[in-house]
């Protein structure tokens, strides 16, 4: 059993992951400013902003753990500036402060995205980005805050999920499936991949 904290556990990936957690009998914290999709995660739910540093401090130390999934993201495109998206770099640069103070953290898994390269853009190394939109842009800049980390007592990980569903999904895709699931898409060869 291992002691999970998640941030943004409320959200599509959140719902299914704090699920696995809860099916293994770890001990699991979301951490979320929406309330959980599941009704059955309610007791494991703590309502924090990732912006709100000293609550969120506060609820991370009393937990104290092992693990660290930070999910919490704002996940839509329709951000018109970088400050839209300030959960993906002062909430980034929030975890990464308070995980220097936790004695028990082992490993931090930080959520970033695809969108750090536009689509069909092949990086050459793991320092070249190529965003095409203010989202992506918040993501690199997530990236390389973790990326800036000096001398951590636990290892990190960046992940960059790609287009997933499945239960619990919502934005930002949910709108183009059901038109899938309605058989009102058509594929005209080279217009989507």
């Keep these: 059993m291992k002691k999970i904290l998640v941030t943004g556990g409320s959200g ?3 719902t299914n992951l704090m699920d696995s957690f809860l099916s293994k009998g770890d001990q699991v914290l979301n951490l979320d400013s929406a309330k959980p ?3 059955q995660h309610l007791p494991y739910w703590k309502q924090i902003d990732i912006l709100d540093y000293d609550g969120l401090e506060s609820e991370i130390l009393k937990f104290d753990p092992e693990v660290i999934v930070h999910l919490a993201a704002v996940t839509d495109l329709d951000g018109k500036s970088l400050e839209y998206y300030n959960a993906n770099t002062i909430g980034t640069q929030n975890i990464v402060d308070i995980s220097k103070k936790l004695k028990s953290l082992k490993r931090v898994v930080y959520t970033s995205s695809m969108y750090v390269c536009k689509p069909g853009h092949i990086p050459r190394n793991y ?8 989202y992506g842009e918040s993501k690199v800049k997530g990236e390389l805050i973790v990326k800036a980390i000096k001398d951590p007592a636990y290892t990190w990980v960046i992940i960059r999920p790609t287009s997933i569903w499945g239960p619990w999904f919502n934005i930002p895709y949910i709108d183009f499936f059901n038109i899938v699931y309605q058989g009102k898409y058509y594929d005209f060869g080279s217009t989507c991949t």
Excluded: R, V
């Design 12 to 14: 599509f990936i959140g």
């Design 37 to 39: 999709l599941k009704s």
């Design 127 to 134: 320092d070249e980005y190529k965003p095409h939109t203010i």
